[in-house]
């Protein structure tokens, strides 16, 4: 499966968990690091547990596991490292305080 089509799966696994304001980023021109930065919150920690266990298990349903999950569940800020593509999943106030989306402002912003 190719990038794009999990970047498919990954939205709608953060949709079904009601993940707000999802941002897709194409980071490939611009770093080494992944090809793709998906961006989301939750306005409470369960909100974000579920958003970041509904996302691991679909891709799990592929046979793809993260290679890296970084922060606690209680952090306010959850990455889940998939090798191309990097999902960080926020609480509001956290994606507020740390705006990826302005630091990562040449990127390309891609609708799937």
């Known amino acids: 499966m190719d990038s794009k089509e999990l970047l498919k799966v990954i939205k709608k696994a953060i949709d079904d968990k009601k993940g707000e304001d999802i941002k897709i980023l194409d980071i490939s021109k611009l770093c080494v690091i992944c090809d793709y ?3 989301t919150h939750g306005y409470n920690q369960p909100q974000v ?5 509904n996302i691991i298990d679909e891709l799990g349903k592929l ?3 993260p290679k890296r999950v970084e922060g606690q569940k209680n952090s306010g800020w959850i990455l889940l490292d998939y090798g191309d593509i990097v999902i960080h999943v926020f609480m509001n106030d956290q994606r507020s305080f740390y705006e ?13």
């Open 49 to 53: 547990e579920a958003i970041t266990d």
């Open 100 to 112: 990826l989306e302005r630091i990562w402002k040449d990127a390309e912003s891609i609708q799937t």
């Open 37 to 39: 930065f998906v961006i």
């Open 63 to 65: 046979k793809i596991s």
